[in-house]
């Protein structure tokens, strides 16, 4: 039986918050470890489910307490950057705040934040991230839950 679970593929799964402010503009994080801006999210620990590991990650990295809402897209990542297996990722609808909301960032793993509308989200997040960040616009109108594939530049299912 070790022998099976030694072949089994592995992935890392993470969750993130697509937040936006009352313009309809997204909540970014600059992390100091990557070259690009990202959503407020992380690795999901040990012990937790993707809801509870994005209002862990919104809280540690933005110092926001926000109601976790629905899924809004499931992205799979077959290389990234120092990943050394697949992501899958889950966004979750984590609502609106206001652009003036006070941010208390995590000074160990982040440098800034800022709203963004989505053209200029895209000069900021690799192009995975924000293939991601169209699918959640998308889902969250739609109030449909999309999945994207592998390298995909169109949502499955639309």
Known sequence: MNDFWATVNRVIAGAAAYITDEKGRVLLVDPNYRDHWNFPGGIIDAGEHPAQACAREVTEEVGLELEV???????????????????????????????????????????????????????????????RLLAAVAARESGATTYLAPGQDRLVGQ
Do not use: K
């Not at 897209?73 to 966004?91: E, K, R």
């Not at 609106?96 to 960032?105: F, K, N």
């Open 69 to 131: 809402g629905r899924l809004l897209t499931v992205a799979w990542v077959d290389h990234a950057p120092g990943l050394p297996y697949p992501l899958v990722n889950f966004m979750f609808d984590c609502g609106e705040v206001a652009s003036d909301v006070s941010i208390t960032l995590q000074a160990e793993e982040l440098d800034d934040y800022g709203f963004f509308t989505v053209e200029e989200a895209g000069r900021l997040l690799a192009s995975h991230a924000h293939q």
